[in-house]
């Protein structure tokens, strides 16, 4: 195919029953949000490259897509949506009483490997709630998330849950360094267990302690493993995150969607920004997440406030693939009538057309005079249930 007629790396186009069941997704996404009593907002395209890259966007900001305006100021498009929207919400939306709560629904932009479930341009739907720091806003984020999948109808998906306090307590409780601590978390983020083996045995800790970091990436299943996580742990600030994570669990349990839950003391996403309790949503077969989110209680700190804040995204594309890998059929309109007409009748098929169309029909009008035969063979061709032939 000539290099003209190609998408971007990266890059793809929605065909037109891809795009009506992307649509429809992001329509009861939309109708979920606002019923929880969170306002949508649009936020720009593109910002200046200092604000995208005042918290952890700076390790991020190879992977931006940079420009110039006419001032030589650098822009970027946006790379996800919490940046943005902490942006708006300490400057035109300062005076709002708290909690505030916001969703979104946009694309994304970042530079990364084409491989599936990861693209250049990727859409995005979230919620961010700002101000309040208890478990109940949390709970309230993760319920949010469920129902997305549920709205969804993915008869399978499971959300595993974490708290970074954890094994930060665990660290500080063995003294580590900051350099022995960051190894540590980078072998955790990329669910490394060699890789942290090898690091805990350089540290040549007691054993018991090099035992309970070696432990962490196992440290997952139902709600009793929370005990087990004590039982390896003696400080205060991880006995906090698993108290925390069982408040949260006790109000997911008020929600209904308990069953859903799994718990992953391994899971961490990114130690430089979340705070308290993570979570990433996967549905079977599917080899990446559906939906990630988090407390973030610093990041707002970076724009001079000290605001609490929670929130969660979630892929469209991959909720679709997860959709198509269960079975699930598209939640596309049925086409219902092809309109043709012949020489002289085009003002009354308008009328027709006007009149189906006002009690809910799916139609499409001729724009051309035909004769049945041709008006039949569009009708089938473009998938019309019904044809309607006006002839004089």
């Keep these: 195919m000539p290099e003209i007629l190609q998408t971007p790396y990266g890059t793809r186009d929605f065909l037109p029953k891809e795009a009506a069941a992307k649509r429809a997704i992001e329509n009861r996404l939309a109708r979920l949000f606002a019923s929880c009593g969170y306002e ?11 604000t995208l890259t005042m918290s952890t ?9 940079k420009m110039f305006d006419l001032s030589n100021r650098t822009l970027a498009l946006h790379h996800e949506m919490t940046t943005p929207i902490a942006r708006l919400a300490i400057s035109r939306l300062k005076n709002s009483p708290l909690p505030l709560k916001l969703s979104y629904n946009t694309a994304v932009f970042r530079f990364r490997r084409n491989q599936p479930g990861r693209q250049c341009e990727f859409y995005q739907a979230g919620v961010e709630l700002l101000g309040t720091s208890n478990a109940a806003a949390d709970a309230e984020i993760i319920s949010i998330a469920a129902q997305c999948l549920q709205l969804a109808e993915l008869r399978e998906f499971k959300i595993c849950l974490g708290q970074v306090e954890f094994a930060a307590g665990l660290m500080e409780e063995n003294n580590l360094s900051a350099e022995s601590q960051a190894q540590i978390k980078t072998a955790l983020e990329n669910h490394n267990i060699v890789e ?15 035992d309970a970091l070696k432990k962490i990436p196992t440290l997952q299943g139902g709600v009793e493993i929370l005990d087990a996580a004590k039982n390896i742990s003696n400080n205060a600030k991880s006995h906090n995150a698993l108290k925390n994570l069982a408040e949260i669990y006790k109000l997911l349990e008020a929600y209904g969607v308990a069953k859903k ?23 079977p077969n599917v080899g990446y997440s559906l939906a990630g ?55 009354t098929a308008i009328k027709q057309a006007a009149r ?8 499409e009008l001729s724009l051309t005079a035909q004769n049945y035969s041709d008006a039949e063979k569009l009708q089938l061709d473009k998938g019309y249930s019904e044809l309607l032939y006006l002839k004089g």
């Design 261 to 283: 839950i799994s718990f992953d003391l391994g899971l961490i996403r990114d130690f430089d920004y979340y705070t308290g309790m993570v979570f990433e949503a996967y549905a």
């Design 356 to 363: 189906l169309r006002s009690a809910g029909k799916v139609v």
């Design 293 to 347: 989110g988090g407390r973030y209680d610093k990041m707002l700190a970076d724009f001079g406030v000290d605001c609490p804040a929670t929130g969660f995204a979630l892929g469209i594309e991959r909720i679709l693939s997860a959709r198509e890998l269960q079975g699930i059929s598209d939640d596309v309109r049925a086409k219902d009538i092809y309109i043709g007409y012949s020489e002289g009748k085009i003002e």
């Design 57 to 65: 966007g700076r390790t991020l900001e190879k992977d931006l897509f």
């Design 196 to 210: 942290l083996e090898k690091i805990v045995d350089a540290l040549n800790l007691e054993k018991n302690s090099a």
């Design 40 to 50: 949508e907002v649009v936020t720009p395209t593109m910002e200046y490259l200092e």
